[in-house]
Structure formats: structure tokens, C-alpha cells
């Protein structure tokens, strides 16, 4: 673990105002979104499929059909009642997308998409402050959130799925926690903890930072405890409607087959797909796990603290679980901030930014439009 007085190198850093932010993280996020979906149009084309139809695809029908219809009278097939699928997916994006899509009476899908490219802005932008803590110029801090919101399967930046939202109220709970603005990180994680579970894994963090660098301040211990409200209030809401099927982690073990076991399914699979897989999106999703804890060992001592920290827990908790493998590169897009020490300014580092996006296009197409099974 990184030493705090090394942490605290960070935080002493100025950072850029908050302002001057938003302008280049709406530029670097349109853009973004524009190479993806143009290269996932293209795929469309290859493959006689619909970009619609791809980029409302897999999880993005059970949080649309959530949004129009609520866990009970979803429009989705299943084997048992409808609310026992429909309850692994947390309620903070459906439930948003539907009184913002009746608010302005527009289609739930395209308003789920929308509201999805406006919060990739925000990630970008949480991204280029984390850059500015870490003393990177303006053009760095650019490319950083160019190499974060291009990453392999960003594309569901651009769909309804809950990355984006995600995505933006984890780097901000990030730089909150390395500012050791408590309360501002409570509410971060606060909302993080109403969108997806993995808001456990910035309750960890939280919790570590505040006992590293805040252990006898009382208010932000109970910042903590306020954080974990609503992540606590569905598990515990979720699960009493679920009693027949194992509750929440039960439904999750059932459709899902997720749960921790210590890597073990992680290492069989990864050794049966690099041994003898022949399908690319084995590949391409093996190479994703197994480069992550690389770069995240790498990245020791050049991250701030709770980033580090963060990377961290997430990998671990995606890497040390069973479930589906070719979804990996999807859960840990939040954790390719352990590439931004590798983020320099110059015209070789805007070349490798540029040249990043445009993979991270292709292997999101190629897994969305090629690829045969879920993501």
C-alpha cells in the first residue's frame, strides 16, 4: 500500500478550477462517443444488424424495460417471476431515466443514451481533476480522460447501462476522498450506492481513507456511515421481496452465477482460454483481466492513495469472483485510472491517447456486434 506521506504528495498539488474543466471534458466525451458509435455503425453494416438494436442490447433491455415498468411489470422473459431478474439491477439509473423521459415526454431507450453521453461528461471531467491532482498540465489531463472514457467497452458509455453514471460519481468520490472533502465523497457514494453494488467497494475505500488519514474525526466517521445508507436500504428492501429465491445474492448466484470464491473460477477460465480458445472475445476479454492487475502493481506509489486504493478493491472484487468472464472488461472500466501515470503531454503521448480510442472503438464494436454472447 502506497504510504501516506506519499498520498499526501497529491493532494498538496494545485489543481485546475472546476470550471475550467467542463469545456474540454464535453469536447473529449462527444467525440469519444461519436468514434464509438460510427465504429459500432460500421460493425452494424458488416453484420446486418441494427445500431439500435446494438446499443440497446443485453443488460440495456432489463434497465429500459425497469424504467418503463418497474421491478414488477417489466416486459422481459423469464423462467419465475419477473422481479426475480429484475432486482440484481439497482434502481438509481432506471428509476432517473423514467421521470426524466416523462418529465420531457421523449422514448425511455433514447433518453437513457443521452442522459448517459451528458454523464460521461462528467466523468471526463472527474478524470482530468484526479490528472490535476496528480500535477499533470492541461493537455495531460485532457489526454487522461481521452485514455479513461476510450478504454475497452466504453461503448456502454452510450448505452443504457449504469457505467457512465457510475463511472462519473466514482472518480468524484475519488478526488473528494484525496481533497479529504468527507462529506463530499459521503454524498458521492451515497448516490454511487443507489446505481450499482460495486458502491461497496467506494464504501471500503472510504472507510480506509478515513482510518489512514482521519481515524479520531467523529463526522467523518459518520460521513462513512451516511454513505452506505442506500446501498445497505436496497440489499435489505431487494432481499425481503426475494426470501424464496436466497434473496438479493441468491437471484445473483442463480441467473448470474455470481459470488466470491477467491479467484479460483477467474484462473480456470483464463488457463482454459489461453490454452485453447479460438473465439476472439475470449481473447480479447482475457487479455482486459490479466493486464489490469498488471498496470495496477505498476501503477504503486504513482496514483494518489484512495485511487490507488479503489483500483484496487474493484479488481478485486470483479477478479476474485465467479460469474461472466466476457463481461469483465465492462466492470472494470472504472479501474483504467491506473493508466494515467503512463499520461504525458507532447504530440507522441496525443498519438498514443488517439490511437487508444480508436481501439477501445474496435474492441467495444467488435464485442457488442461480433461477439455472441453478453458483455
Known amino acids: 500500500m502506497p504510504s501516506v506521506s506519499t498520498a499526501r504528495h497529491f493532494v498538496s498539488t494545485s489543481p485546475s478550477p472546476l470550471r475550467s474543466l467542463w469545456a474540454p471534458a464535453a469536447l473529449v466525451a462527444l467525440l469519444g462517443a461519436a468514434l464509438r458509435v460510427g465504429v459500432l455503425a460500421a460493425v452494424a453494416v458488416a453484420q446486418d444488424d441494427s445500431l439500435w438494436g446494438l446499443l440497446n442490447k443485453w443488460d440495456a433491455k432489463h434497465y429500459v424495460e425497469i424504467a418503463r415498468g418497474g421491478y414488477f411489470g417489466a416486459d422481459i422473459s423469464t423462467d419465475g417471476p419477473v422481479h426475480e431478474t429484475t432486482m440484481a439491477f439497482f434502481p438509481g439509473f432506471p428509476f432517473l431515466v423514467?421521470?426524466?423521459?416523462?418529465?420531457?415526454?421523449?422514448?425511455?431507450?433514447?433518453?437513457?443514451?443521452?442522459?448517459?453521453?451528458?454523464?460521461?461528461?462528467?466523468?471526463?471531467?472527474?478524470?482530468?481533476?484526479?490528472?490535476?491532482?496528480?500535477?499533470?498540465?492541461?493537455?495531460?489531463?485532457?489526454?487522461?480522460?481521452?485514455?479513461?472514457?476510450?478504454?475497452?467497452?466504453?461503448?456502454?458509455?452510450?448505452?443504457?447501462?449504469?457505467?457512465?453514471?457510475?463511472?462519473?460519481?466514482?472518480?468524484?468520490?475519488?478526488?473528494?476522498?484525496?481533497?479529504?472533502?468527507?462529506?463530499?465523497?459521503?454524498?458521492?457514494?451515497?448516490?454511487?450506492?443507489?446505481?450499482?453494488?460495486?458502491?461497496?467497494?467506494?464504501?471500503?475505500?472510504?472507510?480506509l481513507i478515513v482510518l489512514l488519514r482521519a481515524r479520531r474525526n467523529w463526522r467523518a466517521w459518520a460521513a462513512v456511515v451516511f454513505s452506505t445508507v442506500p446501498l445497505a436500504g436496497y440489499l435489505w428492501w431487494s432481499s425481503s421481496h426475494l426470501k424464496e429465491a436466497g434473496g438479493y445474492f441468491g437471484i445473483q448466484k442463480e441467473h448470474w452465477n455470481s459470488g466470491f470464491d477467491g479467484g479460483k473460477a477467474t484462473s480456470v477460465w483464463l488457463w482454459e482460454t489461453l490454452s485453447g480458445a479460438t473465439n476472439g472475445g475470449y481473447l480479447l476479454s482475457a487479455g482486459v483481466m490479466i493486464a489490469a492487475p498488471v498496470f495496477l502493481v505498476l501503477a504503486w506509489r504513482r496514483l494518489p492513495l484512495a485511487a490507488w486504493l479503489f483500483s484496487a478493491v474493484l479488481m478485486a472484487n470483479v477478479l476474485l469472483s465467479d460469474g461472466i468472464m466476457h463481461s469483465r472488461p465492462r466492470l472494470l472500466l472504472p479501474a483504467v485510472i491506473v493508466l494515467l501515470p503512463w499520461v504525458k503531454k507532447g504530440a507522441s503521448a496525443s498519438a498514443a491517447a488517439l490511437a487508444w480510442a480508436v481501439f477501445g472503438a474496435w474492441f467495444s464494436a467488435y464485442?457488442?456486434?461480433?461477439?455472441?454472447?453478453?458483455?
Open 367 to 375: 464485442m457488442l456486434g461480433v461477439f455472441e454472447w453478453a458483455i
Open 98 to 207: 423514467r421521470i426524466v423521459s416523462s418529465l420531457l415526454g421523449t422514448g425511455v431507450a433514447g433518453t437513457a443514451i443521452v442522459l448517459n453521453v451528458l454523464f460521461s461528461v462528467a466523468l471526463a471531467a472527474g478524470v482530468m481533476a484526479l490528472a490535476a491532482r496528480m500535477g499533470k498540465g492541461k493537455r495531460a489531463q485532457v489526454l487522461s480522460a481521452v485514455v479513461v472514457t476510450g478504454a475497452p467497452m466504453s461503448i456502454v458509455f452510450t448505452m443504457p447501462y449504469t457505467e457512465s453514471l457510475f463511472g462519473a460519481l466514482a472518480i468524484w468520490a475519488v478526488v473528494a476522498l484525496v481533497d479529504e472533502r468527507w462529506w463530499a465523497a459521503a454524498a458521492f457514494v451515497f448516490l454511487a450506492g443507489l446505481v450499482r453494488l460495486t458502491a461497496v467497494d467506494l464504501v471500503a475505500v472510504f472507510a
